[in-house]
């Protein structure tokens, strides 16, 4: 199960503790806010793309979309997300439960700048029903991140 191997990764710092289990649906931006009690906005999302031959998660803020020339300039490719199957097959974890911790070796983790608006954050824990609040310092730690990147736009 997803959210044990993210358990087992986060034991590293010492805050598997610190993950929330719901009883409730956690899977889109808006169902994490409202299992959480928080802004939407202050919910981690991650997005899976696939670019040349490897897989990439980006974490941004829940009131964004990835903006596609900034994309492009970053990347040097149009954004392609991962299907269902890829995602579970080059990450490790499903839809709605895509977070930046206990993934597959070989997948590049970026953190986007709209993160940089909050104290805490909500990412997901490898479930559906899943999150933990983490301070951007403890999310850079925690995601193995290669740099900050600006792709997003806030709607």
């Known amino acids: 199960m997803s959210i044990e191997r993210v358990r087992g990764y986060l034991r590293k710092w010492n805050i598997e503790d610190k993950i929330l289990e719901f009883e409730v649906s956690s899977a889109t931006v808006e169902l994490a806010a409202k299992a959480v009690g928080c802004e939407p906005q202050r ?21 964004t979309k990835i903006d596609n020339p900034k994309y492009k ?15 579970l097959e080059t990450v490790g974890h499903d839809i709605g439960g895509v977070c930046p911790f206990g993934i597959n070796d070989g997948v590049e983790v970026y953190l986007d700048e709209s993160l940089k608006r909050f104290t805490t954050v909500f990412p997901a824990c490898g479930s559906a029903n899943s999150a933990i609040e983490l301070t951007i310092e403890e999310l850079e730690k925690c995601s193995n991140f290669i740099e900050w990147i600006d792709v997003c736009l806030i709607v």
């Open 43 to 63: 919910i981690a999302k991650t997005v899976a793309f696939k670019v040349s031959d490897k897989s990439v998660l980006i974490v941004t803020a829940g009131d």
């Open 73 to 87: 300039a970053k990347f040097g490719t149009k954004a392609k997300m991962l299907t269902r199957e890829e995602l």
